[in-house]
């Protein structure tokens, strides 16, 4: 019998300290009189309204296992029978040792091999197709864990006028085994013309950290060039139209479509492009704030809880991220 991977379970976790508008702009405003006025415009043209912000002494693999153990639940599965987890963050515990390892060891999954996915908030799509393929591959592999996991929010300025973005959470699934299709197929885009654009660029190999770097704000997260909005508006048509094509199956068949939670208008520019009706996507940005890496999979378990999306339907993920990586993957629900 041939084996298909097919997500069995959903989980997401969202922090419980709320940052609203009101509270960002009057932060703004301390560190530069004045400014606080721009989160106002950042609110009308992208939707958000507020974010939830962890412990500050948490990491990235807390908002994780917390996700990881919602859906685990919901699958039925236990820690100890995972034999894989994947963990798609840009803002990782450490630079080494990877954010899975940790991950692996709090959630007590001693079983289970571990990697990370590196490609921003095209991640999660990337690591549900990376997980497919494993599970086809490899007869004795039988559950994989796939968390989408973001603080970003620690890693900015606060001081800075784009920490408006940076919402904390996390969303995970787990790929099971079964004997028709679940996962169908994967389209990836990229352009790495752009990754000076928005980044971390001291504390790695280019730059290790100094005082210098560090007192020149390079260690913190930080947008040094607008990217120009084709590179969703047209990009992400592009990865949609890429999946209908190489699945077999009309746009029209799409009954759900879930892309990167940033900008809501962007969102309805690109549905309006694939001729798709508002009711077959889903957005959680005015809610949430922008989750990064956690945004898809946060988007897809909210609209499962609320029964937007049933078995059998078809749902398709794209996720874009800064470099820039874009990624999308076609999926039948169980």
Not at 25 to 54: H, M
Not at 111 to 134: E, K, N, Q, R, Y
Request: net charge neutral; proline share 5%.
């Amino acid at each position: 019998m041939k084996r298909y991977a097919t997500i069995i379970g959903t989980g997401q976790y969202l922090p419980e300290i709320e940052v609203s508008n009101e509270v960002m702009a009057e932060r703004i405003d301390k560190a530069s009189p004045g400014l606080g006025a721009v989160i106002g415009k950042f609110q009308k043209s992208t939707g958000i309204r507020r974010r939830w912000y962890s412990p500050r002494d948490w990491a990235t693999s807390d908002l994780a296992v917390r996700a990881a153990q919602e859906a685990l639940r919901d699958a039925g599965v236990r820690p100890g029978q995972i034999d894989m987890i994947l963990v798609g963050t840009d803002s990782p515990d450490y630079i080494t040792p990877a954010t899975s390892v940790v991950v692996q060891h709090k959630l007590g999954a001693a079983g289970a091999g571990t990697f990370d996915i590196g490609c921003a908030c095209a991640s999660f799509p990337t690591a549900v197709a990376t997980a497919a393929g494993l599970v086809e591959a490899n007869p004795w592999m039988n559950y994989i864990l796939v968390i989408g996991a973001y603080m970003m929010s620690k890693l900015a300025d606060p001081a800075d006028v784009t920490s408006f973005f940076y919402g904390d959470g996390a969303g995970a699934a787990v790929l099971g085994v079964d004997s028709k299709p679940g996962f169908i197929t994967s389209a990836y885009l990229a352009d790495g013309s752009y990754h000076k654009h928005w980044g971390i660029y001291s504390g790695g190999t280019f730059e290790p950290a100094s005082v210098e770097s560090v007192e020149a704000g390079r260690t913190r997260v930080r947008l040094t060039q607008p990217y120009p909005p084709e590179v969703n508006h047209e990009g992400w048509p592009k990865v949609v139209r890429s999946l209908a094509e190489r699945g077999g199956f009309a746009l029209e068949d799409i009954d759900m479509a879930i892309f990167t939670q940033v900008r809501l208008p962007s969102i309805m520019l690109v549905m309006e492009t694939l001729g798709l009706p508002m009711e077959k996507t889903h957005w959680i940005m005015e809610d949430c704030g922008y989750t990064g890496s956690a945004c898809i999979p946060m988007c897809l378990d909210n609209a499962i809880r609320k029964g937007k999306i049933r078995s059998g339907d078809l749902v398709v993920l794209v996720g874009s991220g800064v470099g820039y990586n874009q990624a999308g993957v076609a999926l039948r629900m169980r």
